[in-house]
Nanobody, 115 residues
Framework: QAQLVESGGGLVQPGGSLRLSCAVS????????MGWYRQAPGKQRELVAT???????NYGDSVKGRFTISRDNAKNTVYLQMNSLKPEDTAVYYC?????????WGQGTQVTVSS
């Protein structure tokens, strides 16, 4: 059974940085497209960034130039480096894996950007 475990969230001041990790088990990680999504209170879940099995990346407009997604297939882990954080980045961040019609979600990690 697939398991996705996010870590690295927390409280950070505006302009600061955080690095999220998502450790994956129970699937053939290298075959899966991976992504980060976020959901702020009262808002719909939105795309942050994706990286496919070949390493190509895609970013939501609000994070382009500030966030970087990467993956380490040897460690079955996907990362999200977040720089120049803004209060509007505050949300629960979720890891997602997708392969054809199969998809899995992690439990989420809270990121709060506040002074």
């Amino acid at each position: 059974q697939a398991q996705l475990v996010e870590s690295g969230g927390g409280l950070v001041q505006p302009g600061g940085s955080l690095r999220l990790s998502c450790a994956v088990s129970g699937i053939i990680f290298r075959l899966y497209d991976m992504g980060w999504y976020r959901q702020a209170p009262g808002k719909q879940r939105e795309l942050v960034a994706t990286i496919n099995s070949g390493g190509s990346t895609n970013y939501g407009d609000s994070v382009k130039g500030r966030f970087t997604i990467s993956r380490d297939n040897a460690k079955n882990t996907v990362y999200l480096q977040m720089n120049s954080l803004k209060p509007e980045d505050t949300a629960v961040y979720y890891c997602n894996s997708a392969y054809r019609t199969i998809g899995y979600w992690g439990q989420g990690t809270q990121v709060t950007v506040s002074s």
